[in-house]
């Protein structure tokens, strides 16, 4: 308890996206711009506006096979409809919208590329990748991971918790937080009654560490590194939290994370998951 941990800060970050297109356009940006315009509420708007009229903001319009094949079994695996995918394997043409931007609030990087896409992607009816995840967004879902008025998102819209089975448990990891220069979140050996459980565990974990990074960062000069308590609280309201919601009991649990391998942090150790989650939940929803 009362032990740091020490993150180093990445010089910028990136949000990539990829539009499918059935035919060439003549003028991207022209056709982002002006679908932003009419289409994107303030102050969203002004911050995509000011990006896409930038360098921060590419669109890279090239034939398909002159960009790396998209994971077609991955789009599948994280829920990507037929429909989409048949679109996606046989588009002639795509367009990698990339967005660059350093670490803090907001992360313009992601906000822009992603609204950018989303208005080539509706415009011309095509498909929109998050080439991060990767993942198929729907035009209902990615308007609803778009910020509000107040900035606010729901974490759950940036992040996935992908999990693989081995003989003693599940592997669960975070994938998401790394858009915003933290390393991701990862629990070894969770029994398979616990992964649901977990996983909203996860989640209001993941809402809470990522608030304590970006308090972190200042909104000037940017330090080489950033330090975070090695013991997280995380309760129902970080939960709730990450998925745009609220919830009126304070019930919370403590977390320790240590450093690991290739760039993570893990989360919960062994048989305490148990005791975390029913702490949290009560029995029933751990069994």
């Known amino acids: 308890m009362g032990e740091n941990l020490t993150l180093p800060v990445p010089e910028t970050l990136y949000g990539t996206y990829a539009v499918a297109l059935a035919e060439p356009l003549a003028d991207p940006a022209a056709l982002a711009r002006d679908h932003v315009t ?16 930038s360098p921060m903001l ?14 077609a079994d991955l789009l599948a695996a994280y829920g990507a409809a037929s429909p989409d995918l048949e679109a996606i394997s046989s588009a002639p043409f795509l367009i990698a919208v990339r967005a660059a931007y350093r670490p803090g609030r907001p992360p ?22 998050d080439v991060f995840t990767p993942q198929v967004l729907t035009p209902a879902r990615l308007l609803r991971s778009l910020p509000g008025p107040d900035g606010a998102v ?11 089975s081995s003989p003693d448990g599940f592997f669960v990891t975070t994938k998401g937080l790394a858009r915003f220069g933290l390393p ?46 090695e013991t997280v609280s995380v309760g129902l309201q970080d939960i709730a939290a990450a998925q745009g919601m609220d919830d009126p009991l304070r019930r ?11 760039a993570v942090l893990t989360a919960g150790e062994g048989d305490r998951l148990e005791h ?12």
């Open 38 to 53: 009419r289409h994107t509420p303030p102050p969203l708007r002004a911050l995509v506006l000011g990006m896409l009229g």
């Open 252 to 262: 919370e649990v403590s977390v320790r994370l240590r450093p690991a391998p290739g």
């Open 108 to 129: 313009a990087h992601e906000w822009a590329s992603r609204a950018v896409a989303g208005a080539l992607g509706a415009a011309t009816d095509s498909p929109v990748i």
């Open 184 to 229: 991701e979140l990862q629990t070894e050996n969770v029994p398979p009654d616990l992964v649901e459980p977990w996983g909203r565990v996860l989640n209001g974990l993941a809402r809470r560490v990522l608030d304590l990074w970006l308090d972190e960062l200042p909104a000037g000069e940017q330090p080489l590194t950033v330090e975070i308590p």
């Open 58 to 71: 590419t669109l890279d319009q090239r034939p398909a096979t002159d960009f790396p094949p998209l994971p």
């Open 154 to 164: 729901r974490l759950t819209d940036w992040m996935l918790l992908p999990h693989t």
């Open 276 to 287: 975390l989650c029913a702490a949290l939940f009560g029995d029933r929803p751990c069994r």
